[in-house]
């Protein structure tokens, strides 16, 4: 079974500031990690993904995650805040089963970013 | 370009009436999801179909049906019997294989009971 934790439904920030949106997850595997950005009224769109190897990974505009399996964490950053960053964040897990999987996607409840000008 | 479609985008639906949500990819992906999204709520699974002319119930599967009678196709039905179908719902594919394959989505359906 697995869960994601998203530690904080709203945050907000300064236009400029650094944006760390927190995310902890539970698997009974080793996990393949997520983050997805929606904006108002529309899909999912993928950010990053960590699958294996290196544990920081860099996504798109500006965006970056590290995961830490012995805090089993997966945080998403940006060092500095832009108004178009202004969306929500889902964090998703899936299982590293090995074999053939159906992918199937557990999403923590979402963290609502507000940047202030 | 390839995607998702999802259509309409806004949907409204009567007491006892079923409706259904169109989604068509032209990825060639074949695994397809269908999620519904609530305010603070994330997204739960429905239903999701690996290969045509098969599919599993996820999480909230009560009052919902589906089909996939081609790859390109996954339609949504909301029956009757779901009662609080006031909600975004929203269609995904991936590519087969590991789970490492991300999901695409689409732009979602928004249902609201008249």
């Known amino acids: 079974a697995q869960s994601v934790t998203q530690l904080g439904s709203h945050v907000s920030v300064s236009e400029g500031a650094l944006v760390l949106l927190r995310c902890n997850y539970s698997s009974s595997v080793p996990p393949y990690l997520f983050w997805y950005v929606q904006y108002p009224n529309q899909g999912l769109q993928l950010l990053l993904k960590?699958?294996?190897?290196?544990?920081l990974v860099k996504g798109i505009n500006g965006f970056e995650a590290e995961f830490k399996k012995s805090e089993t964490s997966f945080h998403l950053t940006k060092p500095s805040a832009h108004m178009s960053d202004a969306a929500e964040y889902f964090c998703a897990v899936s299982a590293n089963a090995g074999g053939t999987s159906y992918g199937k996607l557990t999403f923590g409840q979402g963290t609502i970013l507000t940047v202030h000008p | 370009d390839g995607g998702i479609t999802q259509s309409p985008k806004y949907l409204f639906r009567k007491e006892g009436q079923n409706v259904t949500l169109s989604c068509e990819q032209n990825l060639n992906h074949d695994a397809m999801y269908w999620y519904r999204q609530d305010p603070g709520q994330g997204l739960r699974l429905i239903y999701y179909?690996?290969?045509?002319?098969?599919?599993q119930k996820g999480d909230i599967a009560e009052g919902y049906s589906v089909s996939r009678e081609k790859k390109e196709s996954f339609p949504l039905t909301v029956t009757s019997a779901q009662k609080n179908p006031t909600a975004f719902y929203l269609c995904a594919s991936r590519r087969p294989g590991q789970g490492n394959q991300p999901q695409h989505f689409g732009d979602g359906t928004r249902l609201s009971i008249l």
């Open positions: 960590y699958t294996t190897g290196a544990t």
């Open positions: 179909s690996q290969i045509v002319n098969d599919f």
